[in-house]
Nanobody
Framework: VQLQASGGGLAQAGGSLRLSCAASGSTLSRPTVGWWRQAPGKEREFVARIRWGDGITVYADSVRGRFTISRDNTKNMVYLQMNSLKAEDTAVYYC?????????????????WGQGTQVTVSS
């Protein structure tokens, strides 16, 4: 499975950005895709995940109600719509895929990672 994240950039606090993750290869073997982020000097943090098949989502408490993860199965794309951005959302964002369908909030469960895309929120 190959993953490519895009869509990062600079936004003002309160603004919005949409990230995209293009998946290719054996996506059926990896039924769940997640978004993760890593800020300077911090550990990688779970943001949200979605299952290709039924679209069931899970969010981190820190983004619930502000971020929305979605997928387009016809295009093998996963999106992260980020609204009401805060300075603390500044990080490199990664999309990743896992063979697990449940849990999936631990980075060790993900074995395919895309390159990161930088999101910077100015306050």
């Amino acid at each position: 499975v190959q993953l490519q994240a895009s869509g990062g950039g600079l936004a003002q606090a309160g603004g919005s950005l949409r990230l995209s993750c293009a998946a290719s290869g054996s996506t059926l073997s990896r039924p769940t895709v997640g978004w993760w982020r890593q800020a300077p000097g911090k550990e990688r943090e779970f943001v949200a995940r979605i299952r290709w098949g039924d679209g069931i989502t899970v969010y981190a408490d820190s983004v619930r109600g502000r971020f929305t993860i979605s997928r387009d199965n016809t295009k093998n794309m996963v999106y992260l719509q980020m609204n009401s951005l805060k300075a603390e959302d500044t990080a490199v964002y990664y999309c990743a895929a896992t063979r697990y369908s449940f849990g999936t909030i631990f980075s060790s469960q993900y074995d395919y990672w895309g390159q990161g895309t930088q999101v910077t929120v100015s306050s």
